[in-house]
């Protein structure tokens, strides 16, 4: 089990990761602290990397540590609310399997 994403010198607890967006070939990691860091992986690394902490994939851009969502919003909005306030829209493609992972 990888506990730390390392990304050069930088060393991120996985724990401390809200979500992780995606940019073309770069990837935004955003921290609990408020902190955010550009790093030139995909965002397909990072949903391979860290497959086992059942991170979620609610559209092509974005990854979430599900320990950080506040909310989910499956019929007006659909979109993912996090505790530090940032909402995640889900695409229309993903919608119902999230709803079944979630019902579960």
């Known amino acids: 089990m990888v506990e730390y994403v390392v990304l050069g010198s930088v060393k991120i607890p996985v724990k401390d990761i809200l979500v992780i967006k995606g940019e073309g070939n770069y990837s935004n990691i955003f921290t609990q602290d408020g902190k955010h860091i550009l790093t030139c992986r995909t ?40 505790v530090n306030g940032d909402v995640i829209s889900i695409s229309r493609r993903n919608v119902r399997p999230l709803r079944e992972q979630f019902k579960a």
């Open 43 to 82: 965002l397909k690394y990072f949903a391979t990397m860290l497959a086992e902490y059942q991170f979620i994939r609610p559209s092509k851009s974005a990854l979430i540590n599900p320990d950080s969502i506040e909310h989910i919003d499956f019929k007006s909005q659909k979109a993912i609310r996090l």
